[in-house]
Each structure stands twice: as structure tokens, then as C-alpha cells.
């Protein structure tokens, strides 16, 4: 171990045992769960192990502070090393992203995309129903103008990629609040390979004439065209918003660049710092200067107060993102994702859209008779973590499904490479062709214990090569 090794040890062990002294089970749950992500393989597409540095930067006073407002124009006094940390993170974000303006007060990509709704909203109806109206200020707002408003919003559609081609909830369906900001209507994939259909979406979108056309995915694994994107969204006078929260780490890291980087082509463009981009859980807008004094209002208009130990976190994290490896390790991640998807087809698994471009493999386990929920519950039985997902059109639902969703951004951190990835994805087959439904139940399976034990002890031995946070050494036992 060299000497930041031993510090970094020192700084958890020391966390840990403060904790300790006033709750005892919190530090052994803390440090349980350090033990338990060590133990498996961890395959689900949006988590990933951010750095000792990251994490630290959230455990300390920064969390006491209040900070409405953005750097220079607080709420709040003595807000001078919040804005310091703002700024940076902004900063970092900006050039990392290309980026016009950088907003990093999120907490989440849910909350990232509301402002990103807001700001939307505002830009486009708001502020000319409210000069309709003859109000200056929203806060002058009488509830005669409020209605007008609310009438004006209720108006507005949305168009997003559906849920079961590889949307997001919060991209205008019903149980999420944009599905009740906005009138929606979604666009899917082309049922015979799998892939966005630009023809079908223009079609659409020409038809829907939506206010915002938002592109990004949880689980598509092909790339997107975002210049094919922002013509249609031009054609219709629709604002393009891009989610890039599952792919933000691949643009980070210029695999993802021309058409296929969301920021030149987006008027916004919002994402989570925790995915691909390997920083601390929160969400973050990027946007071109038009909408930025929309989207500063993110805060107080749909956020609470700023989360600065967050900030500070990602601006930590946005920094080793634009160290020069962070490049290495986004080509990584989908060099690891495409062995994968070879490993599974290899073993004639069935993949939507036959394989993949980027982080993510979508498995449909449905053909071999399971549902979702069996295969997810059955690989977790044999070690491997993963999560169910829809398929399209999938006759289970989205609480069953048919498929599996498999992501490399968290194995690729540990230092796992395409060969092993490959043998990841023989396991995953083994596992599945050994996994008998229950003829009366989308729940219950029996899984081959002989297979389950081969394959638990194979990802042992893989995970014993690639220790997790192997510069962090504490003695697990002896806490609680
Ligand atoms: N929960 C994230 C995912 O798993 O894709 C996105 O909301």
C-alpha cells in the first residue's frame, strides 16, 4: 500500500469508528455494504463505485449549510465556499461537456429533468402568457392570471421514447409529474431490429407538434442520433432535451461524439452525476445561455435547498472525469459491454436489437420461458446482479417483464476486461438455462443448485482478482 493508500484507509476506518460511537449499527451497515458490493458482480446498468475522493468530499460540514440561491446571489449569508465549490463543479461541467451553461444543483435526475421541464415551459409559454397577462413577476401573479397560466401549461405536449422501447418514466408518463406537466405521446422502436425508427418519429412528431421532444433512454442499447433528433425538433419549433443520465460517462469520455454527443445538437441537456459518470448520486442541466436563467431558477422552483457536500463531490468527480484516463476507461466500458453481449449470444441468449453500442445489454429472457422477475431473482441466487427490465412490446408488463438489463460501467471500474466480460456472459447463459419456471407462476423457478454453486464460486474468483476499493482495508468483523 503506498502512503495516500494508508491515508485513505485511515479516513473511512476513522468515519467509521466516530460513527460507531454514537450508532453503532449505522457504521455496520455502512461498512456491511462494503463487504456485500465486494461480494458480487454487479451488473445493473446505472449504478457504479465512485472514488474514495468522491465519497469523502460528501462526509463533512458542507452539509450544514443552506444555500438558496446561485454563487453571488444567495439567500442565504456566508455561502462564500459553497460558491466555491459551485462554481467549480460548473466549471468543470462546462468544459468536460462543451457547454454553454452548467446548472449542478440537482439532487437527482429526476430533478433534473424537472427543472429542465421548468425551464422549458418558461422560456417558451411563461414568460408570454405572463406578458399577456401584463405580469412582470410571477410572484405579482393574480389567481386570474394563475388560471390563464395554468391553462396555457395544460396545452403543452411532450413527445419521449415510450417506456418499454427503453424511455424513463419521467419523460411524460402518467405516474411521474411530467406525465401531468404535459400532454404526451411517444415514439418506439422499429419491431424488426429493435432500433429507433427516425421516419416514424418525424411522422410523429409532425403530427403531435410537441413543445419538447426529449431523447435519452434507461435501456436502448444502440447509440441515438441526436442531429437527426434536433432537425426533427426543429422542424416541428419543438425544444430538443436530451436525459443522457445512463450515457453521460461515454460522452465525458468522447466515445460518444459528431451526432451522437447530445450537447452541440440540445437546447438542454440533463443527466446524474452517479451512472456512467462514476460521481456521487445527484443530477446536473447543462444548456445553451438561452435558457439558462430559467434553469438557474431550478432552486427554489421545483428543488429544495442545494445540497453543497453533493456539489463539492461532483466537482471532485467531474474533475478525474477529465483526466485524460477517464477516456480509456469510457472506451473501456463499451469495449466490456459489446464481450458481454457476444458472451450471451454465444450461448444463444436473444439480445434486443442483437447486441450493443454502449453501456448497456438488453437480455430477452422471455423466449426461454421466464419472466423477468424469475431470471433477476435467479442470477442473484448465483451471485450476479442485475434488473429486470421491459422488452418491447413485452407481454409481462413492467413489473414482471420479459427482460434483463446488463450494464458495464461498474465492472469496468473494478478493472474487469473483455475477455472476462465474455465468460460474465456465459455465466448469465448458464444461469438461465438452468432456471426452470413454475408452470402457474411469473415469480417462483427452481435453479440447478449444481450450477448455481459452479457459476457462485467462477464470479468469487473473478471478483478476488478485481478487489473493490482495494486501497480501503478495514477490519469488517469487529464493527456492531
Ligand atoms: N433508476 C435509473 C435506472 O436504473 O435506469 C434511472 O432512473
Redesign the pocket.
Known amino acids: 500500500m503506498t502512503s495516500t493508500d494508508t491515508r485513505k484507509t485511515a479516513a473511512f476506518a476513522s468515519a467509521l469508528d466516530v460513527i460507531a460511537q454514537v450508532e453503532p449499527r449505522v457504521a455496520a451497515a455502512i461498512g456491511q455494504e462494503l463487504a456485500d458490493q465486494r461480494d458480487s458482480l454487479k451488473l445493473?446498468?446505472?449504478e457504479n463505485y465512485a472514488s474514495p475522493a468522491v465519497l469523502l468530499a460528501m462526509g463533512n460540514w458542507f452539509s450544514d449549510k443552506y444555500a438558496e440561491g446561485t454563487p453571488g446571489r444567495r439567500f442565504y449569508a456566508a455561502c462564500q465556499n459553497v460558491d466555491t465549490v459551485e462554481r467549480l463543479a460548473a466549471e468543470h461541467a462546462r468544459d468536460l461537456f462543451g457547454a454553454e451553461h452548467a446548472y449542478v444543483q440537482p439532487h437527482s435526475?429526476i430533478d433534473a429533468n424537472l427543472v429542465a421541464f421548468w425551464a422549458v415551459l418558461a422560456h417558451r409559454v411563461e414568460s408570454p402568457a405572463l406578458a399577456e397577462a401584463g405580469v412582470k413577476n410571477v410572484d405579482a401573479l393574480t389567481d386570474a392570471d394563475w388560471q390563464r397560466l395554468r391553462r396555457a401549461l395544460g396545452d403543452q405536449r411532450m413527445l419521449g421514447m415510450s417506456l418499454d422501447a427503453g424511455g424513463?418514466l419521467t419523460h411524460g408518463f402518467r405516474p411521474n409529474i411530467s406525465g401531468k406537466m404535459f400532454e404526451q405521446s411517444s415514439y418506439g422502436t422499429d419491431p424488426s431490429t429493435g432500433l429507433i425508427d427516425y421516419a416514424a418519429l418525424r411522422e410523429r412528431a409532425r403530427a403531435f407538434r410537441p413543445l419538447v421532444l426529449v431523447a435519452g433512454y434507461?435501456a436502448y442499447p444502440r447509440l441515438v442520433d441526436f442531429a437527426a433528433m434536433r432537425e426533427i425538433a426543429d422542424e416541428v419549433g419543438a425544444t430538443l432535451m436530451v436525459d443522457m443520465?445512463?450515457f453521460a460517462g461515454l460522452v465525458a469520455g468522447k466515445v460518444l461524439t459528431g451526432d451522437f454527443d447530445p450537447v452541440p445538437h440540445a437546447g438542454i441537456v440533463t443527466t446524474t452525476t452517479h451512472k456512467s459518470l462514476r460521481g456521487p448520486r445527484g443530477g446536473m442541466v447543462l444548456c445553451t445561455e438561452e435558457f439558462a436563467p430559467s434553469v438557474d431558477r431550478g432552486c427554489p422552483m421545483v428543488l429544495g435547498g442545494p445540497l453543497p457536500h453533493v456539489m463539492a463531490a461532483k466537482a471532485v468527480a467531474l474533475a478525474e472525469a477529465r483526466r485524460p484516463e477517464f477516456a480509456g476507461y469510457a472506451q473501456q466500458i463499451v469495449a466490456n459491454a459489446r464481450a458481454l453481449a457476444e458472451g450471451l449470444l454465444r450461448r444463444g441468449v436473444r439480445l434486443v436489437t442483437g447486441g450493443t453500442d454502449n453501456h448497456l445489454v438488453l437480455a430477452d429472457v422471455g423466449a426461454g420461458g421466464l419472466t423477468g422477475r424469475q431470471a433477476e431473482a435467479s442470477l442473484l441466487d448465483a451471485g450476479l446482479v442485475t434488473?429486470r427490465n421491459a422488452v418491447p412490446a413485452d407481454p409481462n408488463g413492467p413489473w414482471y417483464t420479459s427482460g434483463i438489463r446488463l450494464g458495464t460501467p461498474a465492472l469496468t471500474t473494478r478493472g474487469l476486461r473483455e475477455d472476462e466480460l465474455r465468460e460474465v456472459g456465459e455465466l448469465i447463459a448458464d444461469v438461465l438455462a438452468a432456471t426452470e419456471p413454475d408452470a402457474d407462476s411469473k415469480v417462483r423457478y427452481r435453479l440447478d443448485p449444481r450450477v448455481a454453486e459452479r457459476v457462485r464460486a467462477r464470479a468469487a474468483e473473478l471478483l478476488a482478482v478485481h478487489p473493490l476499493y482495494p486501497e480501503v482495508q478495514l477490519d469488517l468483523g469487529t464493527r456492531g
Open positions: 445493473i446498468a446505472s435526475g424513463h434507461s443520465a445512463h434488473n
